[in-house]
């Protein structure tokens, strides 16, 4: 309101711009929280997967091709335009576009401020600290709810989520505590593997499977590891997340040390579609059916 304000105004003009700026505060704010949904831009896939649970079509979203490899599904909407890296987006492009909202992860791409020369953003982290993402996801699509005046999509949405745990969770009643590790390969010598602190390891909690893996992990609950050390895992099944790798899955499944693993040699490895590792809701549940398919019982 300051600029409302000027030192050479009569006290008449000056009561009069105090009287006018709250409908102007008023007006401002309505403004701001005027969002179209079909205009809305996401630069990361988290709030790409958050939009498409509460039923929103991103208007423009970053890296289609590596989506369709890394993420898979949910499939995406038909018309998405792309605007480049996640981490580069085409800023150019992005203010051609005229977004009402440009929604990102925190931490990652762009810095906040350069985006709000173009648009109106809000930002998501997957995890917050607690180790919990999943949790955090359900805070964060209630968040976007409400931004979008969607609140009853998200109450739809995670009452739905949660039915469907519940009932997914006979499936893998009779494994007691034969345990799982959850991997993806990142080249001809290193994997990426899911433990403690990740979304998987939340919803495996919730279904009762145990994971394998209880060495390190980041803050994303994943960790990079050579491939001799999953000759540390013994006596457990083994789910590969594929992204378009066949060429390198076909090498490495060709070397002595690949055929020297145990859960090779037992028979008890398997290759499974993309799931993202990193994204909320929907991805938890593909992962859950993912996981039903390849390791829970037909109950």
Same mark, same amino acid.
């Given at each position: 309101?300051?600029?409302?304000?000027?030192?050479?105004?009569?006290?008449?003009?000056?009561? #009069?711009?105090?009287? !006018?700026?709250? +409908?102007?505060? *008023?007006? %401002?704010?309505?403004? &701001? @929280?005027?969002?179209?949904?079909?205009?809305?831009?996401?630069?990361?896939?988290?709030?790409?997967?958050?939009?498409?649970?509460?039923?929103?079509?991103?208007?423009?979203?970053?890296?289609?091709?590596?989506?369709?490899?890394?993420?898979?599904?949910?499939?995406?909407?038909?018309?998405?335009?792309?605007?480049?890296?996640?981490?580069?987006?085409?800023?150019?492009?992005?203010?051609?576009?005229?977004?009402?909202?440009?929604?990102?992860?925190?931490?990652?791409?762009?810095?906040?401020?350069?985006?709000?020369?173009?648009?109106?953003?809000?930002?998501?982290?997957?995890?917050?600290?607690?180790?919990?993402?999943?949790?955090? #996801?359900?805070?964060? !699509?209630?968040? +976007?709810?409400? *931004?979008? %005046?969607?609140?009853? &999509? @998200?109450?739809?949405?995670?009452?739905?989520?949660?039915?469907?745990?519940?009932?997914?969770?006979?499936?893998?009643?009779?494994?007691?505590?034969?345990?799982?590790?959850?991997?993806?390969?990142?080249?001809?010598?290193?994997?990426?593997?899911?433990?403690?602190?990740?979304?998987?390891?939340?919803?495996?909690?919730?279904?009762?499977?145990?994971?394998?893996?209880?060495?390190?992990?980041?803050?994303?609950?994943?960790?990079?590891?050579?491939?001799?050390?999953?000759?540390?895992?013994?006596?457990?099944?083994?789910?590969?997340?594929?992204?378009?790798?066949?060429?390198?899955?076909?090498?490495?499944?060709?070397?002595?040390?690949?055929?020297?693993?145990?859960?090779?040699?037992?028979?008890?490895?398997?290759?499974?579609?993309?799931?993202?590792?990193?994204?909320?809701?929907?991805?938890?549940?593909?992962?859950?059916?993912?996981?039903?398919?390849?390791?829970?019982?037909?109950?």
């Amino acid at each position: 309101m300051s600029e409302l304000i000027n030192p050479s105004m009569s006290r008449r003009q000056l009561l #009069a711009a105090l009287a !006018l700026s709250p +409908l102007l505060l *008023k007006m %401002g704010n309505a403004h &701001a @929280a005027s969002i179209d949904p079909h205009r809305i831009v996401a630069l990361e896939w988290l709030p790409v997967e958050l939009m498409l649970a509460l039923g929103v079509k991103p208007y423009a979203m970053a890296d289609i091709a590596n989506y369709q490899a890394w993420v898979g599904e949910p499939k995406l909407p038909a018309g998405i335009i792309d605007v480049g890296l996640r981490t580069e987006p085409n800023l150019e492009l992005l203010t051609q576009l005229k977004p009402s909202l440009i929604l990102y992860s925190a931490g990652y791409g762009p810095a906040p401020e350069k985006m709000a020369r173009i648009a109106p953003g809000l930002g998501f982290s997957f995890n917050d600290g607690s180790g919990k993402p999943l949790t955090v #996801a359900r805070k964060s !699509l209630t968040e +976007l709810g409400e *931004k979008l %005046g969607m609140q009853q &999509a @998200a109450k739809d949405h995670l009452l739905k989520f949660d039915q469907f745990i519940e009932q997914m969770k006979p499936r893998f009643a009779g494994r007691g505590d034969k345990p799982v590790l959850l991997m993806t390969l990142l080249d001809s010598r290193h994997a990426l593997i899911i433990g403690k602190n990740s979304l998987f390891q939340q919803v495996m909690d919730l279904l009762g499977v145990k994971n394998a893996w209880s060495g390190e992990t980041n803050f994303w609950g994943s960790a990079v590891v050579g491939l001799e050390r999953l000759a540390e895992v013994k006596d457990a099944d083994v789910i590969c997340f594929d992204h378009n790798n066949d060429a390198e899955m076909a090498r490495v499944t060709a070397t002595p040390l690949w055929n020297s693993m145990p859960f090779v040699r037992q028979n008890r490895f398997q290759r499974v579609p993309p799931v993202w590792l990193y994204g909320a809701t929907l991805s938890a549940m593909s992962f859950t059916n993912t996981l039903a398919k390849a390791i829970g019982s037909q109950a």
